[in-house]
T-cell receptor, first 111, second 114 residues
Framework: GNSVTQMEGPVTLSEEAFLTINCTYT??????LFWYVQYPGEGLQLLLK?????DKGSNKGFEATYRKETTSFHLEKGSVQVSDSAVYFC??????????FGTGTRLQVFP | DAGVIQSPRHEVTEMGQEVTLRCKPI?????LFWYRQTMMRGLELLIY????????DSGMPEDRFSAKMPNASFSTLKIQPSEPRDSAVYFC????????????FGSGTRLTVV
């Protein structure tokens, strides 16, 4: 079945450092891929998405490219801020209504 | 658009009491999902509805949990009787359907059963 695997956290960075959070997936067909962010005490918010191979989703300085050949959708940001501290979830949606989430990666950014 | 609205934001109840969580999805969204989030288990899908019909309730932990969606603008998740291990944050999410659509989540209900 469909599944998502993302790197375990926490990821700890200094402000302005480069961020990568790895995400790989297993799916049949042509899923859409998503990154969600959860700030403390809040619900999950859609950060970005990509709906077909080689698409790049971007938002708030974050980017991820849908790589079908490596079945990956890694999240990157060139310069993180303290305000980016949150839990990030990779997810995929195939040909059903269900969104399959990874386990989440906690990012901690220190000044 | 007010987004997905959940109530209450916080609920503290005694073991054995009935708890009802409420959700109003985004107008026009035809799918609704109930999730539970805990430190130990992470994010778990409990049940989801499509066009007000329950499609998959395989994540409902036991018979003490029940969910209804009487119309397109309202859903409830009920726990009766509640137990301390039910303490968690419960999220509702809605979607317009289709592979390219993501979910919009509510702010959650933090349930504490003492």
């Amino acid at each position: 079945g469909n599944s998502v695997t993302q790197m375990e956290g926490p990821v700890t960075l200094s402000e302005e450092a480069f961020l990568t959070i790895n995400c790989t997936y297993t799916a049949t067909g042509y899923p859409s891929l998503f990154w969600y962010v959860q700030y403390p005490g809040e619900g999950l918010q859609l950060l970005l998405k990509a709906t077909k191979a080689d698409d790049k989703g971007s938002n708030k300085g974050f980017e991820a490219t849908y790589r079908k050949e490596t079945t990956s959708f890694h999240l990157e940001k060139g310069s993180v801020q303290v305000s980016d501290s949150a839990v990030y979830f990779c997810a995929l949606r195939g040909n059903t209504d269900k969104l399959i989430f990874g386990t989440g990666t906690r990012l901690q950014v220190f000044p | 658009d007010a987004g997905v609205i959940q109530s209450p934001r916080h609920e503290v109840t005694e073991m054995g009491q009935e708890v009802t969580l409420r959700c109003k999805p985004i107008s026009g969204h035809n799918s609704l999902f109930w999730y539970r989030q805990t430190m130990m288990r992470g994010l778990e899908l409990l049940i989801y509805f499509n066009n007000n019909v329950p499609i998959d309730d395989s994540g409902m932990p036991e018979d003490r949990f029940s969910a209804k969606m009487p119309n397109a603008s309202f859903s409830t998740l009920k726990i009766q009787p509640s137990e301390p291990r039910d303490s968690a944050v419960y999220f509702c999410a809605s979607s317009s359907g289709g592979v390219v659509s993501g979910y919009t989540f509510g702010s959650g209900t933090r349930l504490t059963v003492v």
